[in-house]
């Protein structure tokens, strides 16, 4: 008779542990649905199969045992015996996905080298010995058939591999946690019912109700012909479209429209929708859940933006890995950070939810913020994402980068759901530039200008400067103030707020860094922003007379001479750039002249050369060093929760989570509202001053004063540091 082996130790609920054979195949199953997506179901069912033989011995048994006693953790590697058998199934490079299932991928050095050593490990031989017992099939009777697409693939695209590792081993990863979770929960996270082909009626009889119930504006007429545009198009091909939609035109509503009748044509199961900042998130999944969610059923808009990075090395943790979203959802609201960061990063709770990428349509919305030194390796996944993988990708801005001139890109077809735009531009040209640049301007007199403007929004480059603004403001007349110093739902109050004032013709002035630029729906009569690149500019200028209903507003571009020390930092060439080639003589809205911006962008920031190294790393399976180089902000940020609105909830969250109670999941959705970011200097010098407090991962909770329009404050706070 064969021997019981364990995987996972007791639960709560009635005291039974985890069968390892139960576990084995569970995942596999799992892994294998997942991989289907994209031709590789036998493949990552075989890894999942394999992924903990290596519990299979008598120390890591035994040592499960006295884990339950002592309430610690097992402590005994366990990854080597599924490793060194993918290897010897003939399966190279994929042994990775086993290998790194719990402390991440590894480089494909330290993978030769720990397969070298398991040829020759007493308890390789051990576990594998015994799992075979209860789990025959970890030994195949034929080769494990690989995607039909890959030797094509590996002809035409040298990173297509690099993305099927990470594809198999989000799989992987995501099926070990469910299974897991599923043990410890006593039943299964059910998947969500619905896909995102199954929402278009639902949108369609939402978007008319709330067509009829806004206001109307001189620009609907404008508004209507984009959106039948993206429908047209959504009957297309799968592949890459571009949806270049000025300011104003309807875009959220269009490119959701574009993305579900698409998903409906070739029965593709999601929609991701990913924008720059966490403002827009929360935006556009307000926006999305008004038009999908219904009332007593299941949710179908998720949004994901916490921003929270979950301890994945510390195994007493199980509770953080298990609540890492997986994105099973009909239809995701993420950032771009979000998104690629955890497409090239090489840890399983960021990577789990990959794999939702196969099958679904991408949409990245105000694509021009995708940052210039990332943009090769960003083009090479999106494209190889679209030839292999079954997602479709669309590319949304007002103010649309040439990426064709890129060398991922090239010979590449980029589908315009818009054929002509120039005319649509050309109609939505609704505001008049007005330039301070030479001499240039005091803070102040930005703001006794500001000021003296009935309705006025001013658009600063730093948190440091917006807080500035706004004190400068408030000498001449109340202000409002935005800023990622403030919790997502200070911010939104103050928003709802902005909105009211405007629509009830009520005084109101803003001072705002640029979260405020992009996918923010407010129509100012005038606005005053601090010289950025071009496509910044162009974006505030979309927050000024955004719906027509005046001949034309007025935008202020200013450079002031006691501000903005941070702005070359920040932007760089695009900002010489827009220097040398925008002012009095030429708008930022000229869309030659911002081809010609972008071209010249590219070529100061040397694009194709700076994203090489990532792109040797992937093709050298150096999974940590891709991750290692790929940051989408050069300065880390920290997501800190602070004491706005219910601060008892906020208590009971943040016990919860200190406690590693389960349902984190749960929790760390909820804990949204009341998080703001700080850099990673400022808050590990808030946490040494004793004016923040670690609760998990790199979460930490604000402990000093929080100004009511302000939100955090530090006394001396670094111009170079303090960014959105």
Not at 221 to 228: C, K, N, S, T
Not at 679 to 701: F, T
Request: aromatic share 6%.
């Amino acid at each position: 008779m064969a021997e019981l082996l364990w995987a996972h130790s007791a639960r709560e609920v009635d005291g039974l542990r985890h069968g390892l054979a139960d576990h084995l195949r569970g995942t596999s199953w799992r892994a294998g649905a997942f991989g289907e997506i994209f031709g590789a179901g036998p493949l990552a069912a075989h890894c999942g199969l394999l992924h903990d033989v290596g519990k299979g011995t008598c120390q890591w048994q035994r040592g499960l045992i006295e884990a339950e006693l002592s309430g610690g953790r097992v402590g005994i590697p366990h990854k080597h015996a599924g490793t060194w058998l993918l290897d010897r199934h003939g399966l190279g490079i994929m042994s990775a996905v086993v290998f790194g299932h719990h402390g991440g991928l590894p480089d494909r050095k330290r993978l030769r080298q720990e397969l070298f050593c398991a040829d020759e490990d007493p308890l390789v031989a051990e576990a594998i010995q015994k799992v075979a017992e209860i789990v025959p099939e970890i030994h195949p009777s034929a080769p494990i058939a690989l995607p039909p697409w890959l030797p094509e693939a590996a002809d035409a695209d040298p990173y297509a591999l690099d993305l099927l590792v990470r594809m198999v081993y989000s799989a992987v990863v995501d099926a070990d946690f469910l299974d897991t979770e599923e043990h410890f929960a006593a039943a299964p996270r059910p998947s969500h019912p619905v896909s995102a082909s199954d929402l278009v009626e639902r949108f369609e009889k939402a978007r008319q109700v709330l067509l009829a119930e806004s206001p109307s504006s001189p620009i609907d007429g404008l508004r209507e012909e984009v959106y039948q545009h993206c429908l047209e198009a959504a009957g297309g091909p799968q592949g890459i479209y571009r949806i270049p939609a000025p300011t104003g035109s309807g875009k959220t509503l269009a490119t959701g429209g574009f993305a579900l009748h698409h998903a409906r044509r070739h029965s593709l199961r999601r929609v991701i929708v990913a924008v720059p900042f966490m403002s827009i998130t929360e935006q556009n999944a307000s926006v999305y859940r008004g038009l999908l969610d219904v009332e007593g059923e299941d949710p179908v808009v998720l949004e994901h933006h916490s921003g929270i990075d979950l301890d994945d090395d510390d195994a007493r943790k199980r509770w953080q890995r298990l609540a890492a979203e997986n994105w099973d959802a009909p239809f995701v609201v993420t950032t771009t950070i979000r998104l690629f960061e955890s497409l090239f990063s090489h840890k399983p709770a960021a990577m789990r939810r990959v794999h939702r990428l196969a099958g679904s349509v991408i949409v990245l919305d105000e694509v021009q913020a995708l940052p210039d030194r990332l943009l090769i390796p960003i083009m090479s996944a999106l494209r190889s994402l679209t030839q292999w993988f079954g997602a479709t990708v669309v590319l949304a801005s007002a103010t649309q980068p040439p990426f064709e001139l890129l060398s991922p890109l090239r010979d590449v077809r980029i589908e315009d759901v818009i054929p002509q735009p120039k005319p649509l531009y050309k109609a939505l040209n609704r505001v008049r530039y007005r330039w301070l640049i030479d001499p240039k301007p005091t803070m102040a007199q930005i703001a006794a200008q500001a000021a003296a403007e009935p309705q006025v929004l001013v658009v600063v480059n730093t948190t440091r400067d917006a807080a500035r603004m706004h004190e400068l403001m408030e000498e001449h007349r109340p202000a409002l103030h935005l800023s990622t110093r403030m919790a997502a739902a200070h911010r939104r109050d103050t928003l709802n707020k902005i909105k009211n004032l405007l629509a009830d013709q009520q005084p109101v002035a803003v001072a705002s860094t640029q979260l405020v630029e992009a996918g923010v729906d407010l129509d100012f009569p005038a606005g005053f922003r601090a010289i950025a690149p071009a496509d910044s500019l162009l974006q505030a200028a979309g927050r000024v007379n955004r719906s027509g209903r005046l001949p034309y507003g007025q935008v202020t571009i200013f450079d002031p001479e006691d501000g903005n020390e941070a702005a070359d930092m920040l932007y760089g060439a695009a900002l010489q750039a827009t220097r040398s080639r925008f002012g009095p003589h030429c708008p930022p809205d000229d869309l030659d002249a911002l081809l010609a911006y972008y071209q010249a962008r590219f070529d100061f920031h040397n694009v194709e050369a700076a994203g090489q190294e990532i792109q040797q790393a992937r093709q050298a399976h150096d999974f940590p060093r891709v991750a290692e180089l790929f940051r989408m902000i050069d300065e880390w940020t920290v997501p800190v929760a602070v004491r706005y609105g219910d601060t008892d909830e906020l208590d009971r969250i943040l016990a919860h989570l200190r406690a590693g109670h389960p349902g984190a999941g749960a929790q760390l959705r909820a804990l949204r509202p009341y998080l703001a970011t700080l850099p990673m200097g400022a808050a590990s010098k808030a946490l040494q001053e004793g004016l923040a407090a670690p609760v998990v991962g790199d979460l930490i909770e604000w402990l000093g004063d929080y100004h009511p329009q302000r939100g955090i404050e530090l006394a001396s706070p670094d111009p170079q540091e303090l960014v959105f």
